[in-house]
């Protein structure tokens, strides 16, 4: 009974002492052993996504505007829709400006809270949202 003891704090010590070297391989090896950094990310093209308008009538233009980094310019971007759970694209794209901004002029039919965003250039915005009202009464 007493060999079990030492054979348990045996194995206990050499498993104590794995760990510690596995943690020290990890502090010495850093980002190298696949740890990423809020550095590392600054370099990832990225988008905004603003609205000129919060609400609008069915089938009444508004436009949707942002900036993108860590693209060239001329990189297409494109609107999607949310419909559901699925991202739909709708037929509004622009290329960027040699400053990285973008504008685009959207009509929406869906009534409702629309979500939308923009992707292009390995980048997708957060979503934004419209509010759609019924068109006005006597209108085509």
Do not use: C
């Not at 020290?24 to 603003?50: C, E, Y």
């Not at 000129?52 to 999607?80: D, K």
């Not at 622009?94 to 390995?122: D, F, H, K, Q, W």
């Amino acid at each position: 009974m007493h060999t079990t003891r030492v054979k348990s704090h045996t194995t206990r010590a050499k498993y104590a002492a794995s760990l510690s070297g596995i943690a020290t391989v990890a502090v010495l090896l850093g980002p190298a052993a696949g740890m990423t950094s809020a550095a590392d990310d600054s370099s990832l093209p990225t988008l905004t996504a603003r609205t000129s308008v919060s609400s609008v009538r069915a089938a009444q233009e508004f436009r949707v505007s942002g900036e993108s980094r860590n693209m060239p310019p001329a990189t297409p971007v494109s609107l999607q829709q949310q419909q559901g759970t699925r991202w739909v694209d709708l037929p509004a794209s622009v290329r960027t400006t040699p400053r990285g901004t973008y504008s685009m002029r959207v009509v929406l039919g869906i009534e409702g809270r629309n979500a939308l965003r923009v992707t292009g250039g390995g980048a997708v915005s957060p979503a934004v949202h419209v509010m759609v009202q019924p068109r006005e009464q006597g209108l085509p």
